[in-house]
């Protein structure tokens, strides 16, 4: 087998959460890691045992990596991410695609020229129970969708010692929560119902307007803490909390609530559905099971097994019922439908996985959510 070799830029959280995934697909090889010096390269190479390191220059003019994973934060996302297509690689970039809608709208113009693979890790339409609704919802199974409640709850940033690079606007853009767990909810929002969201009008909360910054490196997720007089006091003006009323082209109604300030709420994304037949509802902690309203008969669960979902459903499960799949599977699901295009050399006609063009949807909804925010008022999508 010739296996596709992988370059993987970025070693925080999410980019060692992709190498695991990719390490699990037989016809991948993750040939290659980029970081912004060559010795942090080397350093991060050597602990997760890739072969080659390379800054980011270096790693475009290696003509054997057929395939870039952008995970560095999101300030770089759009440079990186062209440079990458310009160089004739295909990407899989971290979300969002972009800091803005000229940027993002730019890198889908440019796949497309290039005909390149191009995809945006939205990996929680991948827990195969979400797949599961949107198919029993195409069987119509669900009827006329009435109303969607989403939340999606961390704790992460409860503190006010707690800090990361997504505090600061120039690296992460002008949205946090909304943009950075939010997105995840709008985007499987959509992918299950079908629906479009049509207007918003959204209220955000910044809990701690000053956080203190540690001035010693501290890990994401790590709950270290450090002493005092390590901390400078830094003015934060995201949203720690935000509230979102949403309207349907199908002239029905949502609401969405994202929060990183929740203790206990370590990464809880939940969704209740309603529609003319039944409601489902389906929470990411306990993502092996969904639950299933009924009006005049009993009410059902039905457990994540490859012999009791949709046919359709099937390839997003790897083990019997009863084997649970979590967080990391979702990752490994999406990439390999991603590399499977890649395999073939070129974008599908009608992709199965989120694509740039996804990537450029959700940052329109967000910009158009942080409008609303600002306007205390109603927003047209």
Known sequence: MNKIKVGVVGTGFIGPAHI???RRL?????AALCEVTAE?????ADALGIARSYTFDELLKQDDIQAIHICTPNFLHYSQSKAALLAGKHVICEKPLAKDLAEAEELVELAAKTGLVNAVHFNLRYYPLARQMKSMREKGELGEIYSFIGSYLQDWL????DYNWRLEPDKSGDSRAIADIGSHLMDILEYI?????????????????TRKKPLKAVETYSGKLLQPEDYAD???????HANVLLRFDNGNKGVITVSQVSAGRKNRMSLEISGSKKTFSWCSESPNELWIGNRDKANEILLRDPSLVNEDVRSTITFPGGHNEGFPDTSKQMFKE???AIAEGKQPENPTFPTFADGYRELLICEKILESNRAEAW???
């Open 158 to 161: 409860f503190y006010n010692t």
């Open 26 to 30: 037989p016809n991948v090889e993750v």
């Open 40 to 44: 942090l390269a080397k350093e991060k």
């Open 20 to 22: 695991e995934a990719l």
């Open 338 to 340: 991603v590399y499977a």
């Open 379 to 381: 927003v047209t999508i």
């Open 193 to 209: 119902t079908g629906l479009k969201t049509v207007a918003v009008f959204a209220d955000f909360n910044t809990v701690h307007k």
């Open 234 to 240: 830094v003015p934060i003006n995201t949203e720690d």
